[in-house]
C-alpha cells in the first residue's frame, strides 16, 4: 500500500498547445491506462468529494481512493491524499466485469478498510464510468517533470492536458509561470484543475 500527499496543477489545453509540449519536451516514457470509477449508488463517495478508481497498466493493475485536503484551497492546485493498493490483472478485470453485470463489488486492504470505516460495514460499490488515456511523462524546466495526457470518454469525447506535480508548491507555480508564458497559456476556472472522474461522468453515463 502506498499512501502519499498529491501536490499538482491541472491545465486542459487546445490541442495544438499539447501536441506543441509534446514535441519540445524530452520523453521518458509513455505509455496506455484505464481508468474505471466506482460509487455507491446513493454516490455517497462523490458527496465526499472523494474518488475511488480501478486503473489498468499493461502487466498490473491499482486500486486508489483520492481524498481531497480539506485544508489546501483547490482553485490554484489539487491537493490530495492517495491510499493506493497494487492489483493483479486477473483481480481488478473480475471486479470490472462484475461492475459491468451491475455486480456491487468491494476493495480489499487499505482501501478497503477507509472504505469501511466511512461507509460501513455492509457498503456496496458499483462500477460508473470510465476513460482512457495515454499518457506521456517528459524531461520538464528546472528538473521538474511533466505530464502530457490524451484522454478519451465513454462518448467518444477526446480532451489533452498539462499536468505538473511535485512536492514543492513553489516549483510547481515557477515552471507552469514558464510554460504560460512561452505557450500563450491562458488559464481559467473551466480549464483548470478538473479532475477526470468529472470530465467521466460528464461524457459518459454509468455503465
Known amino acids: ?15 495544438k498547445t499539447y501536441q506543441q509540449l509534446c514535441d519540445n519536451f524530452t520523453i521518458k516514457s509513455n505509455f496506455d491506462q484505464e ?30 481512493l483520492k481524498i481531497p485536503s480539506k485544508i489546501a484551497k483547490q482553485t490554484n492546485f489539487h ?25 456491487p463489488v468491494t ?51 477526446e480532451d489533452y492536458e498539462l499536468e505538473i506535480e511535485n512536492s514543492k508548491i513553489s516549483l510547481i507555480s515557477e515552471v507552469l509561470n514558464l510554460l504560460k508564458k512561452e505557450y500563450a497559456i491562458k488559464q481559467s476556472p473551466a480549464n483548470t484543475n478538473q479532475a477526470k472522474i468529472k470530465r467521466a461522468f460528464k461524457h459518459g453515463a454509468r455503465i
Open 35 to 64: 481508468n474505471y470509477y466506482f460509487d455507491t449508488a446513493a454516490g455517497s463517495l462523490k458527496n465526499m468529494r472523494i474518488s475511488c478508481r480501478i486503473r489498468i497498466f499493461n502487466n498490473y493493475a491499482e486500486q486508489t
Open 1 to 15: 500500500m502506498a499512501k502519499n500527499s498529491e501536490i499538482e496543477a491541472k491545465i486542459i489545453l487546445p490541442q
Open 107 to 157: 476493495f480489499g486492504k487499505t482501501g478497503g478498510h477507509f472504505l469501511v470505516e466511512h461507509l460501513g460495514q455492509n457498503y456496496k460499490l458499483y462500477l460508473q464510468t470510465f476513460s482512457k488515456t495515454h499518457r506521456i511523462l517528459a524531461y520538464g524546466p528546472k528538473n521538474c517533470e511533466l505530464t502530457f495526457d490524451d484522454t478519451v470518454y465513454p462518448d467518444g469525447y
Open 79 to 103: 491537493v490530495a491524499t492517495e491510499l493506493t493498493d497494487t492489483l493483479t490483472l486477473t483481480e481488478a478485470q473480475e471486479m470490472i466485469n462484475s461492475g459491468q453485470q451491475d455486480i
